[in-house]
């Protein structure tokens, strides 16, 4: 297999050789960044397992309509109540045991959920859950971007993505496992296996040494930095970090007070925003209808969660081989290019009423696919890969909260407001959403900068 530049000893931007890695820190670092996405695959199966147990869950413990959306809904405001906590937590104490303490509450929300006597038992442990999903998805993505070396921050950082796209899959493959005997109980609380992973795996990974280098503990970061890159590497990191690290920690207040950070902030919020509205929770809502309006019947539903899971996995993991030698930017456009004509196309196809015709039916599915697989390529995984690349060090912990907040906001607001756009008809809006992604491609052509090649530190250097 041949080697990678990390391996062969790369060049600085300035032509001088880097020393090649001790042979031992390519492993090392593979498993700390393994266990640093871990947190993905719990977030990805608490969100897709409900697609399985809900019925079951109605079932036994005879759910109202009005009930069955609360249960669903409290994940999302969880997430937004943990995605507050994380901010301070993670400026205060570090990545590391905020992302222990995530793992405690997964457990514990799965335990409950599985045991619960009640529909607000059951309510109240999925919303613990979901602030534990919150406060992953605002920490993992600074863990991994400020352990990873800059010549695969890219890569590294699209294992959150990936992960989430594997904890998806699993939970249909679990739920399709499960689905005969109806245990609901057993869907839900098999997530206290990975939970006691993520926890095991993160008791013997260390603390970032960005954050490190911020609370007076340099020789921490030293450590941490000979582990993963060899000691001569390690050194300039560290007089770079130390650089950035002079200037005094901040917290949330920042982001509205200093111009320059209040500008990248409306960029991580607009950004985090058009990952949800771009349409991508549209798509997987309409997919069995597709698929079985094109001849697939009662297989719908399994060929939509593990077809479109397996081609959402394979394309992430394309992402991450190319987003460093491509960049950010060019993969966000052509996503967006692609995503438009299959919103486009399938408004074309609903509105004129094409479905029950095989041109019609063949390329729905074709632009489902399409969809599914520009998504992947793009906005899914490289939101988590920019928001902690759009802050300095010392508010990065507060925006990349504030912009994982807002995504799990607009989460929450077009699953609420999807009944009203579909009274407009289904044609208008996948149209709406097309026009969106054209909105979205001039707001990335404007305001988005691309980060690829560049380390975390001359990011913020060239914004002061």
Not at 109 to 120: K, R, T
Not at 139 to 150: C, G, K, Q, R
Not at 343 to 367: N, R
Not at 431 to 440: K, M, N, P
Request: aromatic share 8%; net charge positive; with cysteine.
């Amino acid at each position: 297999m041949r080697a990678s530049p990390v391996d062969r000893g790369a060049s600085t931007q300035t032509g001088a050789p880097l020393p090649a890695r001790p042979p031992a820190a390519g492993g090392r670092a593979a498993l700390l960044y393994l266990c640093g996405a871990f947190g993905g695959l719990l977030s990805g199966y608490d969100m897709g397992i409900v697609a399985g147990a809900q019925l079951f869950i109605t079932r036994d413990l005879h759910l109202s309509s009005w009930m069955q959306g609360a249960f669903v809904s409290s994940l999302m405001i969880g997430a937004i109540l943990g995605c507050a906590v994380a901010g301070p937590s993670t400026g205060r104490w570090g990545r590391r045991p905020v992302l222990l303490s995530a793992a405690v509450v997964f457990a514990v929300g799965a335990l409950g959920m599985a045991s619960a006597s009640g529909p607000w038992v059951l309510i109240a442990f999925r919303t613990a859950t979901g602030v534990a999903v919150g406060t992953a998805s605002a920490t993992i993505p600074s863990y991994l971007s400020e352990l990873a070396p800059t010549r695969i921050r890219g890569r590294v950082s699209s294992m959150n993505q990936m992960m989430i796209a594997v904890g998806i899959f699993s939970s249909y493959l679990i739920s399709f496992l499960l689905s005969g005997s109806g245990a609901w109980r057993w869907m839900l609380g098999l997530a206290v296996v990975p939970a006691v992973l993520l926890f095991l795996g993160m008791w013997f990974q260390p603390e970032t040494p960005r954050w490190l280098a911020t609370h007076d503990r340099a020789a921490e970061a030293r450590q941490v930095l000979e582990r993963l890159h060899g000691p001569a590497e390690a050194e300039r990191e560290l007089a770079e970090i130390e650089r950035a690290a002079r200037q005094p920690s901040a917290g949330a207040r920042e982001l509205l007070s200093d111009r320059r950070v209040r500008r990248m902030l409306w960029v991580a919020l607009a950004m985090a925003v058009v990952q949800q509205v771009i349409g991508s929770n549209t798509i997987v809502f309409y997919a069995p209808t597709i698929l079985k309006a094109a001849g697939f019947g009662d297989s719908a539903a399994l060929l939509n969660s593990v077809g479109l899971g397996v081609l959402s996995i394979v394309v992430t993991f394309v992402t991450g081989r190319v987003v460093d030698r491509v960049g950010r930017k060019p993969l966000l456009l052509t996503g967006l290019v692609m995503m438009v004509v299959s919103m486009a196309t399938l408004g074309a196809v609903f509105q004129f009423g094409l479905l029950d015709e095989t041109v019609g039916q063949v390329t729905a599915v074709v632009c489902l696919a399409l969809f599914k697989a520009a998504y992947s390529l793009s906005w899914a995984p490289l939101l988590w890969v920019m928001l902690p690349e759009l802050f300095p060090l010392r508010t990065r912990g507060a925006g990349v909260s504030a912009g994982s907040g807002a995504n799990w906001a607009a989460n929450f607001l077009v699953s609420l407001l999807f009944p009203v756009l579909l009274a407009a008809g289904t044609g208008t809006v996948f149209a709406l959403f097309a026009a969106i992604g054209v909105l979205a491609f001039a707001f990335t052509v404007v305001f988005v900068r691309e980060t690829t090649g560049r380390s975390l530190e001359e990011l913020e250097l060239a914004d002061s």
